[in-house]
């Protein structure tokens, strides 16, 4: 395995599920605040994840936001750049919970 093998994320068929909304692959990944995040199962050329390989003991793959400029630097490099679910879904706000649809304010926390 050369070492950018050990680098790049590459979804393999059994971390591929289907979305309920919308039926398109997709798979998930942890955000560092240990959320669980659907991921576009294809790399986008506006994607902002960085997703990381599975470490030893790992169920999901870590993802992480990028800037434009670290994006464009990861697509130069050839790791690919992925994209969250929800940008691409047309049923993604059947998905949000309630009260935390884009643009509502959250209790005690001013804008």
Same mark, same amino acid.
């Given at each position: 395995?050369? =070492? &950018?093998?050990?680098?790049?994320? %590459?979804?393999g068929h059994n971390?591929? @599920?289907?979305?309920r909304?919308?039926?398109?692959? &997709? $798979?998930? /990944? %942890?955000?560092?605040?240990?959320? =669980? &995040?659907?991921?576009?199962? @294809?790399a986008?050329?506006?994607?902002?994840?960085a &997703?990381a390989?599975?470490?030893?003991g790992? @169920?999901?793959? *870590?993802?992480? %936001? %990028?800037?434009?400029? +670290?994006?464009?630097?990861?697509?130069?490099?050839?790791?690919p750049? $992925?994209s969250?679910? $929800? /940008?691409?879904c047309?049923?993604a706000? =059947? $998905?949000? *919970?309630?009260?935390?649809?884009?643009? /509502?304010? +959250?209790?005690?926390?001013p804008?």
């Amino acid at each position: 395995m050369n =070492s &950018i093998n050990a680098t790049v994320f %590459v979804p393999g068929h059994n971390q591929l @599920k289907r979305c309920r909304g919308c039926s398109e692959l &997709i $798979f998930f /990944a %942890v955000t560092r605040d240990g959320r =669980s &995040i659907p991921v576009d199962h @294809k790399a986008r050329h506006d994607g902002n994840l960085a &997703i990381a390989p599975l470490q030893d003991g790992e @169920k999901l793959p *870590r993802a992480t %936001v %990028v800037t434009p400029g +670290q994006a464009a630097g990861m697509r130069a490099a050839g790791v690919p750049v $992925f994209s969250p679910h $929800f /940008a691409s879904c047309p049923e993604a706000d =059947s $998905f949000r *919970r309630r009260g935390r649809a884009r643009g /509502a304010r +959250q209790k005690g926390r001013p804008r």
